[in-house]
Every structure is written in structure tokens, then in C-alpha cells.
């Protein structure tokens, strides 16, 4: 709640933000939001589709209103012109596509950080946006198949990891 409400704050940029979203609220790996190429984006059926690193498995991903909106912030104003069929990419000339893991995650450790979270040892990056995204579903009651499949994982049980601070709602 502390980030999405700083992420409103307009304190950061379009960029970060729409990275931060489609972290938080899909549970993508970082290596798919480094991938993340414009032709992905479906905006007249309001989906992303891609295929995932890891798994090589197709995935049609809802573009929710937050997410597109931000990724059309960063489109239409922040975006560096630039021939790259990538979404995101560097601030600083020359302006290369965003490829580096650690890249997103300085993104989500800065705007989690600059948000008041403190670290008390848990970890960054993406590993904790799937942790939540993955909490978030199982407290709205989705089905551990469900969340597996939207997390992208090809074993059902590989979910069961993401889920170990929600041992009362699993008990």
C-alpha cells in the first residue's frame, strides 16, 4: 500500500512507475519485463502477450487500467524516441533497451525505499513482487492452480514458495 500510493505521488518517473506496476500487480519475472517489446502490448484487447524466458510458455497477461496507463505515460512522454522494439529503456543517452536484471531491480529497491518500506532483511526486486502478488491472490481466495498458472510456473507446486508468509490462510 505504501508503494502504490507513492507511486501516485508523482515522485517518480513514468518509466519507474509503469516497470513497478507491471511487477506488482502481474508478478512478472524480471527477465520478461526486460524483454517486454511494444508489439507485446494488445491495447485493443487490453492484454500483454508474451513468452516467458524461463518456461518458454505463452502467456496472455490482463492490462489492467493502471498499468496501461502508466505504460502510455511513459510512451507518449517520457520515452526517449528511439527505433528499439523494447519498452523500456535507459534514461542517459544512448538510450539501449533496459536488459540488466539489476536494472529493475535498483528500480523497485529505490521506489520501495523512497516509499518509507524498510528493508528489515527481505529481499528486493521482483522475487518480492511475485511473493506478493502471489499473497495478494491467495487473500482474495484464487486457487493455488490459479496462481500458479498466472505466476507462469510449470510445476503447480513451485507456488508453494511464494507462499510461505501465508501459512494461516493456507492452514
Not at 4 to 32: H, P, Q
Not at 149 to 169: C, F, I, Q, R, W
Request: aromatic share 6%; proline share 4%; with cysteine.
Amino acid at each position: 500500500e505504501m508503494v502504490l500510493k507513492y507511486l501516485e505521488s508523482g515522485n517518480v518517473s513514468f518509466r519507474n512507475k509503469a516497470i513497478c506496476l507491471i511487477a506488482l500487480e502481474t508478478g512478472l519475472r524480471a527477465v520478461d519485463i526486460c524483454n517486454l517489446k511494444l508489439g507485446d502490448i494488445d491495447w485493443e484487447h487490453d492484454c500483454i502477450h508474451i513468452i516467458q524466458e524461463k518456461t518458454k510458455k505463452a502467456m496472455n497477461i490482463p492490462l489492467r487500467t493502471s498499468i496501461g496507463n502508466s505504460l502510455i505515460d511513459y510512451l507518449l512522454t517520457e520515452r526517449p524516441a528511439s527505433s528499439s522494439e523494447y519498452v523500456f529503456l535507459t534514461s542517459n543517452a544512448p538510450h539501449e533497451p533496459m536488459k540488466g536484471h539489476g536494472s529493475y531491480r535498483n528500480v523497485l529497491l529505490n521506489v520501495i525505499s523512497d516509499a518509507g518500506v524498510e528493508a528489515n532483511g527481505r529481499i528486493f526486486g521482483t522475487r518480492i513482487t511475485r511473493h506478493s502478488t502471489a499473497s495478494r491472490m491467495l487473500r482474495h481466495g484464487i486457487p493455488l492452480p490459479v496462481i500458479s498458472e498466472a505466476l507462469g510456473h510449470e510445476n503447480p507446486n513451485s507456488v508453494m514458495v511464494y507462499l510461505s508468509t501465508e501459512d494461516a490462510k493456507l492452514a
